[in-house]
């Protein structure tokens, strides 16, 4: 719990990329949609004072370091600013999809980024090497990478993926000695905190689950899976109300750019409906931080 009690409340937004793809519909789709919509969605969390960690995903779909169109320019400019917006920018690995070659800059066909890091046989420089590789990357956008959310959950993640980001924080590699990692999403603990994984000298990587599944329309963008109730009901019930009431030291829950994004995601007003409910119900309760934050303050032992 934080000094003053109350509970550090944060989100992860995944799958962000200038097309997304909609998984629910006949042939899964590609549309574009524009930075307006990121820019959108960065100053809401701004005036609201809100805080979490977006994924910035260089080879989703294109290449942000090689744009071939202006939207691809346009998102390769601006995801350089989501620092000022309060928002950490998280690797969700090169593509989210296929291993890239860093040396070609292309991606690999065949094994993919998600199944990798589960492979118990991948050795701990691999890790190191693929890591430092997508770290470089994203210093070319302009992003300094905070931390880690995974393509997929991952409960059985190889150890060597947590060394290695305990020993890339220790390098200076993160800006912080402390890495926060999404990795599992898991609904039944009554309270949840930043829970300690591996240490490289003075470097350390968190285990930081989300709290609740998707239900800001998710990654299917589906009307199906829009529900304000499961996080917060008009009358205070809800995962967000039991984690807050029952005192726990955070509160994370995770989005997909799919189901959220202000252009085309059905998510958008249940997203701003659920900070409204956050607000009025538990404003004084709750304080927002960002993932980083919050894994330093574990780090250090302040708050934690
Ligand atoms: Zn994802």
Known sequence: MTVDGRTAVSFYLDDVGPYVTEFSKEGKPMHPVPVSALEEFAEFVKEQGLAGAVSVIPGLNCLLTEPKNDLERDYAKFVGRLSTYNLDAHMEIMT??????????????????AEWLDDPNVPLEEYLRYFRNTIRVGRKLGVTYTGLSTPGTHPKMNPNV????????DEGEFPNPAVPVFAVIDESPPVMRPVLV??????????MPSGVWDYIASWRNSPDWIDVDRYLTPQGKGRMADLIRNGSP??????????????????????????????????DRIVWKRPSEIALEAYKNLDF
Not at 198 to 207: I, L, Q
């Open 162 to 169: 947590w060394k290695a980001l305990a020993r890339l924080a």
């Open 198 to 207: 591996a240490r490289s000298g003075r470097g350390a990587s968190y285990d």
């Open 96 to 113: 989210h999809g296929p291993l890239f070659n860093f040396d070609e800059m292309k991606p690999i066909e065949g094994t993919s980024e």
């Open 250 to 283: 955070t509160a994370i829950f995770h989005m997909h750019w799919q189901g959220l994004n202000p252009a085309t995601g059905l998510g958008w007003p249940a997203f701003q409906e659920l900070i409204r409910r956050l607000n009025d119900q538990f404003g």
